[in-house]
């Protein structure tokens, strides 16, 4: 059974990660958010330092955002800081401070997509959710779809992925076919020898047919199947969001610089940026309650 050959082998590949060791809410949600978009090496000590800092609901509830926002650095995409924050405020207020086992519920809490919301149910209350990330999706389109047709939607997708969890063994299917997408079912080179369930597999038979018979490979690009090439990074008005908070992070909390100040402590980093564009970009972050706007200046929230 290729859920059995997919739980065994996780059981002795598995990357030994931390938030595998626990089935806290408020833990998972806070790996899942940082796993977001960045990489696992860089989120593992990232994760201890922040919950030796802010250890449950209550202290990142309380914390100035400021702080958290601080703490954050290096991990991106600051926003989601200031998510998981007024998540944990909701939840302490809505639900004394319980994190809702439902999914619907989960999505209804800040920031919260399907994927976020199915992983704490699926890891935090080992439900037999199926969702998707990436990882998941490439496998379930390389596993279970013909490679000659196109890629079927999400939700036929999550459909299949669903029909083949066994009952009462979300947490193992959904952690072992998301670290074989990420370790061995990689976008641009799956080491399919390797694949523990490579004869399960429709893209592999594809492959090996395409092969035998000479002919092109039958497999589709892998752009549809969520693999977009990066946008360029460096000069970009993300790069820029980084930068401003950045320089905001350097200073005293509760201070905060002078827009003059804080635009020579930017172009510091080595990208030219036009007063128009910094300012621009400076509104943009007070209206995601990144920064604040104040007579004197601008700093990070209390």
């Known amino acids: 059974m290729l859920a059995d050959t997919l739980r065994n082998w996780f059981i002795y590949a598995g990357r030994d990660l931390p938030w595998r060791h626990t089935r806290d809410p408020y833990r998972i949600l806070v790996s899942e958010v940082m796993l977001q978009q960045t990489q696992v090496e860089r989120v593992v000590p990232k994760y201890h330092a922040f919950l030796a800092q802010f250890p449950d609901l209550a202290a990142l509830a309380a914390a100035p955002t400021s702080a958290i926002i601080t703490a954050w650095q290096g991990l ?25 086992a439902d999914v619907a ?41 013909d490679p000659l047709a196109a890629i079927p939607t999400d939700a036929v997708l999550l459909d299949t992925i669903h029909q083949h969890i066994p009952t009462g063994q979300g947490w193992a299917f959904n952690q072992a076919i998301m670290e074989l997408g990420a370790t061995i079912c990689t976008a641009k080179t799956p080491q399919c020898p390797r694949c523990p369930v490579r004869v399960a597999c ?3 038979a594809g492959r090996r047919t395409a092969d035998e018979h000479l002919l092109p490979l039958p497999v589709r690009s892998l752009k549809k199947v969520a693999e977009k090439p990066a946008p360029r990074f460096v000069g970009s ?11 905001l992070r350097a200073v005293p909390a509760n201070a905060g610089l002078s827009q ?31 920064v604040v706007l104040t007579a004197d200046g601008i700093r990070l929230p209390n």
């Open 260 to 290: 003059s100040a804080l635009y020579e402590a930017v172009i510091a980093y080595g990208e030219p940026i036009t007063d128009a564009t910094f300012v621009t970009i400076v509104t943009k972050l007070a209206v995601d309650g990144l």
């Open 237 to 247: 008005n993300r790069y820029f969001r980084g930068r401003i908070i950045d320089a």
């Open 105 to 145: 519920l989960l999505r209804t809490l800040p920031g919260l997509g399907p994927y976020t919301a199915g992983a704490i149910a699926c890891f935090a209350y080992e439900q037999d959710v199926a969702f998707m990330d990436v990882n998941i999706r490439r496998v379930a389109v390389r596993l279970w779809s």
């Open 76 to 100: 991106g995409y600051n926003r989601r800081a200031l998510y998981l924050q007024k998540t944990a405020q909701t939840v302490l207020a809505a639900y004394g401070g319980v994190f809702p």
């Open 202 to 204: 429709a893209d592999y």
